[in-house]
């Protein structure tokens, strides 16, 4: 069983920045896929950003791209999220979520991760991101 713990939200300013963390336990042996996925207050949890395994697959939602940033770190089972620019309107809980995908070399050449939550199998339990004056 693999098991996820986001870390690194708070409250901040607009025009601000955050770094969300996501750690790894368990079972980690795999070829997993770490999504992030935020649900505001009254809103359905929505795709934010993705990876796989390889770190070389990057899939960002269109309020993600620009100001957001992916990265992994498999050696410590890592993946973090750069958040800059923040507005009000990313204000929510994040979490972190896992699925299994492709061994590295096999995966499909044009294929993104994806965002749809659907398809991830682990979650972690959130962390509270507010963006206020």
């Known amino acids: 069983q693999l098991q996820l713990v986001e870390s690194g939200g708070g409250l901040v300013q607009p025009g601000g920045s955050l770094r969300l963390s996501c750690g790894a336990s368990?079972?980690?042996?795999?070829?997993?896929?770490i999504g992030w996925f935020r649900q505001a207050p009254g809103k359905e949890r929505e795709g934010v950003s993705c990876?796989?395994?390889?770190?070389?697959?990057?899939n960002h939602a269109a309020p993600a791209k620009g100001r957001f940033t992916i990265h992994r770190n498999n050696a410590q089972r890592t993946v973090s999220l750069q958040m800059n620019g923040l507005e009000p309107e990313d204000t929510g809980v994040y979490y972190c979520?896992?699925?299994?995908?492709?061994?590295?070399?096999?995966?499909?050449?044009?294929?993104?991760?994806?965002?749809?939550?659907?398809?991830?199998?682990?979650w972690g339990r959130g962390t509270q991101v507010t963006v206020s004056s």
């Open positions: 979520a896992a699925v299994q995908g492709p061994a590295d070399d096999d995966w499909p050449e044009f294929r993104l991760c994806s965002l749809n939550e659907e398809e991830y199998e682990y």
């Open positions: 368990g079972s980690t042996s795999g070829y997993y896929v």
């Open positions: 990876i796989n395994h390889g770190g070389n697959v990057i």
